[in-house]
């Protein structure tokens, strides 16, 4: 049962552009939500985060939406440069037997053509 | 510095040998994570120690054994290796509800 979802496996979008990156959950305990981004032979490293209680965060070039009705959150990152290609998973949170678990997409790999 | 480091990088072995993979963090955090990425890409976590103590074990099979001497180091044993167990195992560390930080990765293959 997967209750993180990323249905793009990859995307490709021209330097500067806008890049979107999709996520879908189901289970409406998550009250906490981030995104990694994670180069080839590397972890993933965090990018930015949301708590439940807000629906847009921003850092920077990096924005972060939630809409809790729909269980969707998505990544917005403008204007998209070549150094941003890499893959992103999207991951949320719940407090659960007294600890926080982490549920992780499958990636949405992002591709910035120069 | 490096803040979560996972040794070895790679991992070649025979089914049926017993190997571990060794796992420290230098942040301070209370918390240290064992994350399996299979080939396709999932990220699903294993096991999760707060200051030693086992908190999360998910469905994992019991030749899995995380040992956490500290709350420094998390290393992962595992017994009898199996073709399916070929994958790339993260560790992670965080405080409270703070984002984790990753290792690189080790990539275990089975032969």
């Known amino acids: 049962d997967q209750q993180v979802k990323q249905n793009s496996p990859s995307l490709s979008v021209q330097e500067g552009r806008i890049s979107i990156l999709n996520c879908d959950y189901t289970n409406s305990m998550f009250d906490y939500f981030l995104w990694y981004k994670k180069y080839p032979a590397e972890g993933p490293t965090f990018l930015i985060s949301i708590s439940s209680i807000k629906d847009k965060n921003e850092d920077g070039r990096f924005t972060v939406f939630l809409n809790k009705s729909a269980k969707h959150l998505s990544l917005h990152i403008v204007p998209s440069q070549p150094g941003d290609s890499a893959v992103y998973f999207c991951?949320?949170?719940?407090?659960?037997?007294?600890?926080?678990?982490?549920?992780f997409g499958t990636g949405t790999r992002l591709k910035v053509l120069a | 510095d490096t803040a979560v480091s996972q040794t070895p990088k790679y991992l070649v072995t025979q089914m049926g040998n017993d190997k571990s993979i060794k796992c420290e963090q230098n942040l301070g955090h209370d918390t240290m994570y064992w994350y399996k990425q299979d080939s396709k890409k999932f990220l699903k976590i294993m096991f999760s120690?707060?200051?030693?103590?086992?908190?999360i074990n998910e469905t994992v099979p019991n030749r899995f054994s995380p040992k956490s001497p500290d709350k420094a180091h998390l290393n992962l044993h595992i017994n009898s290796l199996e073709l399916g167990d070929s994958a790339v195992y993260f560790c992670a560390s965080s405080q409270g509800r703070q984002p984790q930080h990753f290792g690189d990765g080790t990539r275990l293959s089975i032969l």
């Open positions: 120690y707060n200051n030693k103590e086992l908190i």
């Open positions: 991951a949320a949170s719940a407090l659960t037997s007294g600890t926080y678990k982490y549920i």
